[in-house]
């Protein structure tokens, strides 16, 4: 992503007796080889890996690079491969081609037959993300539109080796994902030169190499004006490896990764032929042409030593997304998340149908290929350009998946009974747990006498409590009322419904009622502090003063500094990613925190269902709206907050405070497809020296903040906080004082700082930005608690419905598939992509082995396990009931149910 000039380090080096010399660092040695002789390649050899790092963008606008992979890369290197039968040539990523065939449709026979031949290779995932920065469907989606996609489209061909060599990070699930889907191999850069064996918890892993940067073990290569040059520099990287290989006893076969960024493919004929004619007696290994994959399977041998890399390897240039670009990650969020939904939802209605011809197939592909489009090329030459053009494929993947979700939902009410007609709510759950949770739904009142209603559950008969709240817009038009009450016991995958029951001006078919709506604010509501069954709250001028949880017996804060919810801004001197090899800090200058305006709360919503209090707090750059709602029925307390009219000052961070009672707390988050437990699921030690002045040198346990998913947690003395949240950053260390040992949770609101790109541009996000968090807390850890932390970011999801008249059905309340297994979720349900069955994933998120039941309505005449992309099918046993499947400590497992 980053344009590397070369930059050359002058160590100084003085003597014992006074002099010095002056020494250029640029080939990279892995840990603790010394130059040395270069004997141990003798008969071995040196396969140049020919390629062109690229991002979709960064280097220029997306249109503008297109045009040059197409003219620079990959059409010269057809040319290469036409005119040289032993030339080679690896692009990284499955949209590369995606790209030029829409551009070139008349090349795809010469590039089908330089694949079948192992000359052109092609990256096995969609792109090179950020990958925590996607949650874990559609982290599996690259590979989806990556290694399944090319071999459709290249019949005869394999796809074994990603790439991802710009991004200096990791995702701990990632070797999981790569293996269940058959890629074996991984190339990558920005991590200490070397060949290791990367695992995830489950024990998976992937081979994979890494020169230390992708440019830097060949810059001096690529700028050698002879060949003469160019074989000094060969012979230095053949000495540099020497002896790592003959310790770790590898095969005499060295990758020489030739790469940079907006590389051209060079012909290195001359250069072979002169050398390789001497190379035998002058004791060196012979030169030749390599894709990535052939390289490592020369590497891949029983009796070679890899260093072995376990846990996640946190992204230090997470600022880059997340915080500078609020807009387009909640946007991310939002359609990754409804596109599960959707699948789901989809699945079920043509599973009900008996019929996958309507399946919207199509559409929901298309809309993961707009999901996962964004890689790790935000900002850049004309980075304004590329960074709307990947929020707006966020937003459009949104709008397909909600369209679809939306169509699929009101499919299935149309299969439901209901005992008589009137209007009714049916509420859909997206999660494979039964849960309690608010609802809020918008009921169309246009031209109705109708305008209150009663919320009955179907199938007990008995009143749910209900309040109105500020209304919302619902089927084109804003003449609604806004309804909001708690579901009980909503089935996993499935729904619940209730009947809205009509009242107007106090009567109730007819019978006089007392009104359920809220009561006016009273003396209680206006108080400083409010107590329901769960916790006691006091309010503070700027934040929460103090919350007590009642069951725990424990006060959750310590607000001596902070108050809870709180929020503050700080300076955030950035450039995104930048050439550093940490993550940026902030610093106290221009502190501002809203306490120091002592805002008081006003009570907004008093109903029987929950309370609300809101504070509005103009500040330096921007007004702050807060609230913060308690409900009668639900341990929970939700934050919403409200950044508006922001100025766009540069380099300011905006953040929230939940400053816990808690010192050197167990932290714990949700990551793609599993929870990193802060110091314990890291990889050991730092990613280490990459080249010139980039040393990884931070242990990667110490990095922060940090990616998150859905939630983030901390616990001690059996007492867990968890905070659902609806950014994707957040921090655990005290912002103000890096000193404290006080636990003071911290998601990242939002961030102005500026691309790293010379050219680039400032990530300065002027305007409105909207925030959502949830607190709960319990005994125990974050396993108490995770399934409801990811609540927040799949709400239950109400459809209004007319019934003209009495109509048989399914039941009231059903659950369409679920485990019996509380560690081990369904991340989603779809149908096969090659045939009409069911595709279910699922995964072990506690580190537990389980032999788990999974429920699936549908008629099951066979069940057999498959990999991640749907492939290499083997048979299981079909239990009585459901199916029965042993899911080992940290595992995804796929299914195929016909």
Request: hydrophobic content about 35%; proline content about 5%.
């Given at each position: 992503?980053?344009?590397?000039?070369?930059?050359?380090?002058?160590?100084?080096?003085?003597?014992?007796?006074?002099?010095?010399?002056?020494?250029?660092?640029?080939?990279?040695?892995?840990?603790?080889?010394?130059?040395?002789?270069?004997?141990?390649?003798?008969?071995?050899?040196?396969?140049?890996?020919?390629?062109?790092?690229?991002?979709?963008?960064?280097?220029?606008?997306?249109?503008?690079?297109?045009?040059?992979?197409?003219?620079?890369?990959?059409?010269?290197?057809?040319?290469?491969?036409?005119?040289?039968?032993?030339?080679?040539?690896?692009?990284?990523?499955?949209?590369?081609?995606?790209?030029?065939?829409?551009?070139?449709?008349?090349?795809?026979?010469?590039?089908?037959?330089?694949?079948?031949?192992?000359?052109?290779?092609?990256?096995?995932?969609?792109?090179?993300?950020?990958?925590?920065?996607?949650?874990?469907?559609?982290?599996?989606?690259?590979?989806?539109?990556?290694?399944?996609?090319?071999?459709?489209?290249?019949?005869?061909?394999?796809?074994?080796?990603?790439?991802?060599?710009?991004?200096?990070?990791?995702?701990?699930?990632?070797?999981?994902?790569?293996?269940?889907?058959?890629?074996?191999?991984?190339?990558?850069?920005?991590?200490?030169?070397?060949?290791?064996?990367?695992?995830?918890?489950?024990?998976?892993?992937?081979?994979?190499?890494?020169?230390?940067?992708?440019?830097?073990?060949?810059?001096?290569?690529?700028?050698?004006?002879?060949?003469?040059?160019?074989?000094?520099?060969?012979?230095?990287?053949?000495?540099?490896?020497?002896?790592y290989f003959k310790d770790n006893k590898f095969r005499p076969a060295l990758p020489m990764l030739i790469?940079?960024?907006?590389?051209?493919?060079?012909?290195?004929?001359?250069?072979?032929?002169?050398?390789?004619?001497?190379?035998?007696?002058?004791?060196?290994?012979?030169?030749?042409?390599?894709?990535?994959?052939?390289?490592?399977?020369?590497?891949?041998?029983?009796?070679?030593?890899?260093?072995?890399?376990?846990?996640?390897?946190?992204?230090?240039?997470l600022y880059i997304h997340g915080p500078t670009h609020e807009r387009a990650l909640t946007a991310s969020r939002k359609a990754s998340r409804t596109l599960v939904a959707a699948e789901i939802f989809s699945?079920?209605?043509?599973?009900?149908?008996?019929?996958?011809?309507?399946?919207?197939?199509?559409?929901?592909?298309?809309?993961?290929?707009?999901?996962?489009?964004?890689?790790?090329?935000?900002?850049?030459?004309?980075?304004?350009?590329?960074?709307?053009?990947?929020?707006?494929?966020?937003?459009?993947?949104?709008?397909?998946?909600?369209?679809?979700?939306?169509?699929?939902?009101?499919?299935?009410?149309?299969?439901?009974?209901?005992?008589?007609?009137?209007?009714?709510?049916?509420?859909?759950?997206?999660?494979?747990?039964?849960?309690?949770?608010?609802?809020?739904?918008?009921?169309?009142?246009?031209?109705?006498?109708?305008?209150?209603?009663?919320?009955?559950?179907?199938?007990?008969?008995?009143?749910?409590?209900?309040?109105?709240?500020?209304?919302?817009?619902?089927?084109?038009?804003?003449?609604?009322?806004?309804?909001?009450?708690?579901?009980?016991?909503?089935?996993?995958?499935?729904?619940?419904?209730?009947?809205?029951?009509?009242?107007?001006?106090?009567?109730?078919?007819?019978?006089?009622?007392?009104?359920?709506?809220?009561?006016?604010?009273?003396?209680?509501?206006?108080?400083?502090?409010?107590?329901?069954?769960?916790?006691?709250?006091?309010?503070?001028?700027?934040?929460?003063?103090?919350?007590?949880?009642?069951?725990?017996?424990?006060?959750?804060?310590?607000?001596?500094?902070?108050?809870?919810?709180?929020?503050?801004?700080?300076?955030?001197?950035?450039?995104?990613?930048?050439?550093?090899?940490?993550?940026?800090?902030?610093?106290?200058?221009?502190?501002?925190?809203?306490?120091?305006?002592?805002?008081?709360?006003?009570?907004?919503?008093?109903?029987?269902?929950?309370?609300?209090?809101?504070?509005?707090?103009?500040?330096?750059?921007?007004?702050?709206?807060?609230?913060?709602?308690?409900?009668?029925?639900?341990?929970?307390?939700?934050?919403?907050?409200?950044?508006?009219?922001?100025?766009?000052?540069?380099?300011?961070?905006?953040?929230?405070?939940?400053?816990?009672?808690?010192?050197?707390?167990?932290?714990?988050?949700?990551?793609?497809?599993?929870?990193?437990?802060?110091?314990?699921?890291?990889?050991?030690?730092?990613?280490?020296?990459?080249?010139?002045?980039?040393?990884?040198?931070?242990?990667?346990?110490?990095?922060?903040?940090?990616?998150?998913?859905?939630?983030?947690?901390?616990?001690?003395?059996?007492?867990?906080?968890?905070?659902?949240?609806?950014?994707?950053?957040?921090?655990?260390?005290?912002?103000?004082?890096?000193?404290?040992?006080?636990?003071?949770?911290?998601?990242?609101?939002?961030?102005?700082?500026?691309?790293?790109?010379?050219?680039?541009?400032?990530?300065?996000?002027?305007?409105?930005?909207?925030?959502?968090?949830?607190?709960?807390?319990?005994?125990?850890?974050?396993?108490?608690?995770?399934?409801?932390?990811?609540?927040?970011?799949?709400?239950?999801?109400?459809?209004?419905?007319?019934?003209?008249?009495?109509?048989?059905?399914?039941?009231?309340?059903?659950?369409?598939?679920?485990?019996?297994?509380?560690?081990?979720?369904?991340?989603?349900?779809?149908?096969?992509?090659?045939?009409?069955?069911?595709?279910?994933?699922?995964?072990?998120?506690?580190?537990?082995?389980?032999?788990?039941?999974?429920?699936?309505?549908?008629?099951?005449?066979?069940?057999?396990?498959?990999?991640?992309?749907?492939?290499?099918?083997?048979?299981?046993?079909?239990?009585?009931?459901?199916?029965?499947?042993?899911?080992?400590?940290?595992?995804?497992?796929?299914?195929?149910?016909?």
């Amino acid at each position: 992503m980053v344009f590397i000039k070369k930059i050359i380090l002058i160590l100084l080096l003085t003597c014992p007796c006074g002099a010095g010399f002056v020494y250029a660092q640029t080939n990279h040695r892995p840990h603790g080889s010394k130059n040395t002789s270069p004997s141990y390649f003798k008969n071995g050899t040196v396969s140049f890996v020919n390629s062109s790092h690229q991002d979709i963008a960064w280097m220029d606008s997306i249109g503008a690079c297109e045009v040059w992979r197409d003219e620079n890369m990959i059409t010269p290197a057809l040319a290469l491969l036409k005119s040289n039968p032993d030339y080679c040539f690896s692009v990284e990523d499955a949209l590369s081609l995606r790209e030029y065939l829409a551009r070139h449709p008349d090349r795809y026979d010469e590039i089908l037959k330089y694949t079948k031949e192992g000359r052109l290779e092609w990256g096995a995932t969609y792109n090179m993300p950020y990958e925590s920065m996607y949650d874990g469907e559609a982290l599996i989606r690259e590979t989806y539109l990556g290694r399944k996609w090319l071999k459709k489209t290249l019949p005869g061909c394999d796809f074994l080796t990603a790439w991802n060599e710009d991004v200096p990070a990791k995702a701990l699930q990632m070797s999981q994902i790569l293996s269940k889907a058959g890629i074996k191999y991984l190339f990558i850069s920005r991590h200490e030169a070397g060949i290791y064996r990367w695992y995830s918890p489950d024990s998976s892993n992937v081979l994979m190499f890494t020169p230390g940067h992708y440019d830097g073990s060949c810059y001096d290569f690529r700028t050698a004006k002879s060949d003469t040059a160019k074989e000094r520099v060969v012979v230095d990287n053949i000495k540099n490896w020497a002896v790592y290989f003959k310790d770790n006893k590898f095969r005499p076969a060295l990758p020489m990764l030739i790469d940079a960024d907006w590389n051209k493919p060079d012909d290195y004929r001359t250069l072979f032929q002169g050398w390789n004619q001497q190379a035998r007696s002058r004791g060196l290994p012979s030169l030749k042409y390599g894709i990535a994959a052939g390289v490592f399977k020369e590497l891949d041998a029983p009796h070679a030593v890899y260093e072995t890399l376990r846990g996640e390897r946190p992204n230090v240039w997470l600022y880059i997304h997340g915080p500078t670009h609020e807009r387009a990650l909640t946007a991310s969020r939002k359609a990754s998340r409804t596109l599960v939904a959707a699948e789901i939802f989809s699945a079920v209605d043509a599973t009900l149908k008996k019929d996958f011809s309507r399946y919207p197939q199509s559409e929901l592909t298309a809309a993961w290929e707009k999901a996962i489009y964004p890689d790790h090329g935000w900002g850049g030459k004309h980075g304004d350009m590329t960074d709307l053009t990947f929020r707006t494929k966020f937003e459009e993947a949104y709008a397909i998946s909600d369209k679809v979700l939306q169509g699929s939902l009101e499919n299935i009410v149309q299969q439901i009974g209901f005992d008589k007609k009137g209007r009714s709510l049916v509420i859909f759950n997206p999660l494979s747990k039964e849960r309690t949770d608010k609802v809020e739904v918008s009921v169309k009142v246009y031209g109705q006498d109708t305008l209150s209603y009663k919320v009955i559950d179907a199938a007990s008969g008995k009143e749910v409590p209900s309040q109105r709240i500020e209304s919302h817009p619902a089927g084109g038009t804003d003449e609604t009322i806004t309804l909001c009450f708690v579901a009980e016991k909503v089935p996993s995958l499935g729904y619940k419904t209730y009947t809205l029951q009509p009242y107007v001006a106090g009567f109730s078919n007819g019978v006089p009622v007392a009104p359920t709506q809220p009561s006016p604010i009273t003396a209680q509501a206006a108080a400083s502090m409010y107590e329901n069954k769960f916790y006691r709250i006091e309010f503070g001028p700027g934040g929460v003063k103090s919350i007590f949880d009642k069951e725990l017996r424990t006060e959750l804060l310590k607000t001596d500094k902070l108050l809870g919810g709180e929020i503050f801004q700080l300076q955030s001197v950035g450039n995104g990613a930048g050439e550093f090899s940490d993550v940026q800090p902030v610093t106290m200058e221009g502190f501002e925190k809203l306490s120091q305006y002592a805002p008081k709360w006003n009570c907004t919503e008093f109903g029987p269902v929950r309370k609300t209090w809101e504070l509005v707090q103009q500040t330096q750059f921007a007004t702050i709206r807060e609230t913060v709602t308690l409900y009668e029925s639900l341990k929970q307390i939700d934050f919403k907050a409200d950044i508006l009219g922001f100025s766009g000052e540069r380099y300011r961070e905006y953040r929230m405070a939940f400053p816990l009672n808690q010192t050197d707390s167990r932290v714990a988050y949700e990551v793609p497809m599993g929870v990193v437990e802060v110091g314990k699921d890291e990889i050991k030690g730092a990613a280490g020296f990459s080249y010139g002045t980039q040393d990884y040198s931070t242990v990667c346990s110490k990095v922060h903040p940090r990616e998150v998913q859905d939630w983030f947690n901390a616990s001690k003395d059996n007492t867990s906080v968890t905070i659902s949240s609806s950014v994707a950053v957040f921090d655990w260390i005290d912002a103000t004082d890096s000193n404290n040992r006080q636990t003071v949770l911290q998601p990242i609101l939002m961030a102005s700082r500026k691309s790293c790109h010379w050219e680039g541009n400032y990530y300065l996000q002027p305007g409105n930005h909207h925030f959502e968090f949830t607190l709960t807390s319990s005994p125990g850890d974050w396993k108490t608690t995770a399934n409801a932390g990811k609540q927040q970011n799949q709400p239950l999801r109400p459809v209004v419905v007319d019934v003209p008249q009495a109509r048989s059905g399914l039941p009231s309340s059903y659950s369409f598939a679920g485990t019996n297994a509380d560690n081990v979720l369904i991340t989603t349900i779809k149908k096969s992509e090659d045939e009409n069955s069911i595709v279910m994933r699922l995964v072990d998120m506690q580190g537990k082995r389980t032999e788990a039941r999974i429920d699936w309505f549908g008629i099951i005449n066979g069940v057999t396990r498959t990999n991640i992309i749907e492939e290499e099918d083997k048979p299981m046993t079909k239990a009585a009931a459901g199916v029965g499947l042993t899911v080992t400590p940290y595992s995804i497992e796929t299914i195929r149910i016909r």
